[in-house]
């Protein structure tokens, strides 16, 4: 299995010290490599260990008994530096007693090369892999860690640009994620093998030796050197990147107090030394019990600087360094022991990998633009397959209805699509709506009632204006002798009346539909207003209670009846002569507005003449040398244009008089066949109704008394006073016989009247021919 695979224990080997007299009989290494057994004479145990057994067997990943340096680099370090090159963190892990080999094997000796040990190996593969790894960049720094009597010292403090610890000193602290590093610890940026073990020989020039009795050169202190990795892609779109940090311990040698003569400062030292080791153990031991929930990390700063290379995360290797002399027997098996334990330490490796913000942004936004870019063209080239535009059908409608609150956009063709179901759905409920009201109503085309409707038709002159100048009357108003009115009419009066006496019932209830009724004054014409006027101004106890008939229609509906009957040449002249009176106003009103068009161009005009004919004369360009009035070009112009519209103006306003007058005119005639309808009317409506039977009875039998002038109160109304009025209204009541009388009299006024009118209006076009050019007004006001 791989040492940088996930699910791994610590990997533990046996380093023995070369000697010439190995204890062949007491230590054992088995065929396999793997398995030393020790055996152990019954007195040498004697105070030592109590233990009654003689022999021990250890299992361990490998022993390296006289191997070359170059062998337990292959077996201890390369895979664990390989695995640091691809974010695994490694623990190399040097123990054993005093003397044993542990700096050799991690630092070997550093005046051979062929004798250099881990470190110095595995520096030299990291860069030749990082030579060799042309995808990836790699960044290596270094650090190098003493702790002796359990303080912190950077081995490394002196060499060139270094700060130092500074204020705080230097401390075990635990980052985010479980990552230890020690604070005020310097760290060194490495580019090449050789800048890295020059660090490396700096620091092992600083290490503290002390002296001691078995080994003048022992270390008494643990020494942590260590290489950080970080390994990013040459790809810049690829945010990533891995870290690592390798850490190769040399731990200071476990040794018996009582087997040397220490004293002072070495005393302290190996106090020391033997209490780390003892909570290295006890984390160890916490480590590979997994019922623990706490290990004891923080006892020392051992254990708590090696804290993410025992706690699981990382590939770690412990070489157990013994002596093959028997004299050690007791502390290579104390020191095989701990390899034991240290064996069953659970291992999870993982990669630590990191994202660049900075790149991470970069990438989102390359893959946007992207995305981008493949959304145009997929809303260029694609259509709707026929699902999709189901599925919009669907979305739409659920929308509608309210059972979906939004309505994801993803293309440009979708969101046209969308709209071309919302319109579908309007136009579909428009059909919907106008089919419900076709079931209610009868649906009449706006521009089939615009063709039909008679008060929209064109006017033409041709037409109306010759049917209007009939013979003989000449202003458009037949004779009355002319007209189906006369003593032969008296069937039809009959008749009316009788369809009005079977009607009478309905009618009543009908009110509100009648003619009139229920109209507001303003919406009824001249003749219906004056019809309105009168019944509501007439005296309850009025004509036809006076003369004892009470079954007289309302004269709104009476009216109606007798446009269409009797009344209905006087009536079609009245409309005739109202749609001329129309057109006149009409065409009077475009004839104002376009004179004053016309005057203020004059004005804006003769304002440009005056302006410049100043500025000339300001610049003496007015008078030429001789003393003569020059015009230049623009002056010219501006006289001519405004001359020539002088003369439009002219024009314009005597056909604006002659419209005037015609309009005067048909007023005139509007008014007097207004009159004459009324007149009619009431008497119409007084034969029919109001009359005494008697009289009925004589005008059915031919009498000269002629229908239409009785009562004549409205004929009269034109010329006489109110007491006029009641008095002949009193003698009609008395003496049927004044009808004739009256209506002679009515038939003089309505003449008056007439020739009245006619000779204004001869008299205004006499006056406008005789006046010669009119003197111009300075504004109009538009009718
Ligand atoms: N495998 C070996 N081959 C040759 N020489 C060795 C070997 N192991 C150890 N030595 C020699 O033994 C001496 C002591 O070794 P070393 O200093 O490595 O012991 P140590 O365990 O680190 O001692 P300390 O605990 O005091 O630091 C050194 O001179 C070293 O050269």
Redesign the pocket.
Known sequence: MSAHAGGSKVRVFI????TANFAQDLIEYLPDRQTVSIHQEKDSRKGVIDNQLSSWSFHLDGVLHDVS?EEVYASVGREIVLGALEGYNGTVM?F????????????G?TESYK?RGIIPRALQEVFKEVEQRSTHTFRVHLSYLEIYNDSLVDLLVTVGGCSGAGPGGMAVVEEAGGRVSIRGLSLHPVHNEEEALSLLFEGEMNRIIGA?A??K????SHCIFTVEIESRSRNLSDANFVTSKLNLV????SERLGKTETEGQVLKEAMYINKSLSFLEQAILAVADRRRDHIPFRQSKLTHALKDSLGGKCNTVLVA?IYGEAAHIEETLSTLRFASRMKHVQMDPIVNKHTDPVLQVKKLQNEIQLLKQELALEDTLDTLSETHVAEVQSQVQRFLEGSLDKINIVSIRQIEEVFAQFKQVLQQQEQKVKAQLCQNYTLVEKAQGRAGSPATKRWSPNSTVREVEGPGVGVGVAALSERHIGPQSPCRTKAVKTKHLASQGRKEAEEQCSPGAGKPLEALNPEQRELEHDTNTQDPKGPQEAIGTNSAPPKAEAFEDFKTECGSEINRILNENKTVLLERRTRLHELTENINTVKREIDCTSSALHQWRDRRHSQDQYVSAEGVLVLDEKELSLVLHLRNLKTQYRQQYEDLCCVKAEVSYCQHLVDQCRTRLMTEFESWYNESFLLPEEVQAMLSSGATIRPGLIPVEKALALQEDEQGQCQRYKLLADSPSAISFYSALSRTVQRRNYNKALSQTADQKKSLKSSGRPKLPAVLSVI
């Open positions: 380093r023995t010290r070369p340096q040097c054993g007693q005093t003397g044993a080999g542990k700096t050799y094997t991690l630092t000796a004798q001691h078995l080994n050169h022992s270390s008494r040399d731990l200071a040698g360094n």
